[in-house]
Every structure is written in C-alpha cells, then in structure tokens.
C-alpha cells in the first residue's frame, strides 16, 4: 500500500489560502501528516513533543501571546519556533504578519500562508482536507455505481459483464464513480470511499466499443466524483450445481483495510437483467439500514405458522 501525500499548492488551491511567503515551488512541498497543530506552546518554548511534519495554524491567541513579548523576546521566540522547520505555517482571521515573522520564515525557508477564515474553521478544513487525500488507500478491479444513494461496489472476473451492467444502470437513472480501477481511501475507522484514478475519470470500456465518455454520452448527472462503499456485489458465472442464497438471511460481509462491507454474490447467465437486480440489492440494502430486515420477518412470519416462536430460536 502506497503512502499517499498531497502537494503544498493542491492545499493552497483547496482552502484558498494567500502565499506570503513560499521558498520553492508548491507543487513540489509535500505533505504526508494529517495532524494539525496548533503552536501555542511551542512558543511559549516547550518543544518536547514539537512535530515539525504537521501544519501549523496560528490564530488570535497565538498571535495576541506573541505581541504581548518585547521586541527582542518576540524574535527570540518566532526564531526558536521557524528553526524547528515547521512543513508550513498558516495564519488565520487574516492576522497581520509582522515583518519579523516573515523575516524568520525566509531565513529558514518555511512557507507562511495567511487566510481570512477563523482559526476553528481553518482547522475544520485541513483536518477534513486532509484526512480525504491522505487516507489509506489501495487500488482494486470493478466498477463504482451510485444507485439510489447506496454506493455498490461491482467486482467479479474479467469478461463477466461489470461494465455492460453499469452502462445499463447509467441509462435507468444512476451515476458512475469508476470503471475498471477504484481508489478505495479509508477515511474513517466505519468508512471507505472510492473514486475513479483521474486519467479514467467518466470513463467506461465496453468490449466491441472501447471506451466510452460517460459524462459527455450521458450528461453530468451520469457521473459522480467520489462515493462511499455501502455494498460489495461480486458477478461470477452460474455454477451448475452450486447453491446460491435464496432467502437471504445469512449475512456476509467483504473485508477492505479492516472495514466489514456488507456483500452479495449474484450468478450471471444468458437472460438475468442484472442491472434490475443490482438496483434491488441496493435497495434491499438501503432498507435494512434503515432497520427492517425482509428475509427475517418473512422467516418469522413461516415459523409462526409452523407454530414456533421465533424470539426462542
């Protein structure tokens, strides 16, 4: 699993941050901590557990403590602080940056960006920012549709019709993410996201065609950036012989990055209208989200008649 980063100028660009001072190329400052800091303390003097990797954000308080300092402790402190090379600093409620500090800043080529936003909004951002680019992240096979709000996640062998599939439920109504490769991030510890690698981005390959535009053939509601994993449907060929759910009552769940997603495996053969069962999987599933289970009343309601009490077994 490769360790995911994101460039100084893709975060300068995101939050519309103003440069004040940046001693190389943005493109090429990379960031891989989603920690943000604030460095009340550090300059105050105490570094013990200072983390120089992690952006830090400078707001009123900071900046009141600062201005409080005679001229000489001011630059003993702000130069003690940019001499621990900070990856970047950030001042929020757009405080006036002091002639010393970007004096300090240049001397010890830290970038110093300023913006307008709170200091509690600011941080909201980057934390939000940055635990979306810097997630874990693995690359897998299959296709990402959005069908009914659900995010379902197709995989199966190649050939067995994932992408004729997803053309079907692009033109009954839903929205394609990603064809053939999905980045899959996790975001949070319940959370994976997907997203098309960008050089496939709206694109779809379907045999005897090629590859199709998606965004262009079906218009901007046909295609979605990002979506979250809510179901795992995996295609494989009917098996003669081989028993498939009917009923539905055993859950199963497909493990990414240590998340339980839940799954199905559904048959193909010649006549199956896989683009309507897909659609029901996902609404089945949205349902059970919401607390109602169809297989287990159903199961409840045949036991009943049997004369037994469900709530016993």
């Not at 440069?19 to 920690?35: C, S, T």
């Not at 929020?92 to 830290?110: D, L, P, W």
């Not at 810097?134 to 996640?153: D, W």
């Amino acid at each position: 699993m490769a360790t995911p980063t994101v460039t100084l100028a893709a975060i300068i660009k995101q939050l519309n941050l103003n440069i004040n001072y940046v001693p190389d190329d943005p493109e090429k400052l990379i960031i891989h901590k989603k920690d943000v800091t604030r460095p009340g303390l550090p300059l105050a003097g105490f570094y013990d557990i200072f983390d120089a990797e992690r952006i830090q954000v400078v707001g009123l308080t900071e900046d009141a403590y600062i201005e409080s300092l005679d001229a000489d402790k001011k630059r003993e402190h702000l130069e003690a602080f940019f001499s621990k090379h900070p990856i970047a600093v950030v001042c929020a409620h757009n405080i006036h940056v002091s002639e010393v500090t970007e004096e300090m800043a240049q001397k010890y080529g830290v970038p110093l960006l300023s913006t307008e936003q709170s200091t509690s909004e600011l941080t909201s951002a980057l934390i939000s920012y940055l635990n979306l680019q810097l997630a874990p992240m693995i690359t897998r096979h299959g296709v990402l549709i959005e069908i009914y709000g659900e995010g379902v996640f197709i995989t199966g062998d190649s050939g067995v019709g994932k992408s004729e599939t997803a053309i079907e439920l692009i033109k009954r109504g839903h929205r394609l993410i990603a064809d053939d490769a999905v980045e899959l991030r996790k975001v949070s510890a319940i959370t994976i996201l997907g997203q098309a690698p960008e050089i496939i981005r709206h694109y779809i390959e379907l045999r005897g065609i090629g590859i199709v535009d998606v965004r262009r053939l079906f218009g901007m509601g046909a295609v979605k950036l990002t979506e979250k994993i809510n179901l795992v449907v995996n295609l494989e060929h009917w098996e003669k012989g081989k028993m498939y759910e009917r009923l539905g009552l055993d859950e199963t769940y497909t493990d990414i990055m240590g998340v339980k997603i839940p799954s199905l495996t559904i048959p193909v053969q010649p006549g199956r209208n896989l683009a309507v069962v897909i659609e029901t999987a996902a609404m089945n599933n949205r349902q059970k989200k919401m607390g109602y289970n169809t297989a287990k009343e159903f199961n409840e309601k045949v036991m009943r008649q049997m004369g037994l009490d469900p709530d016993a077994m």
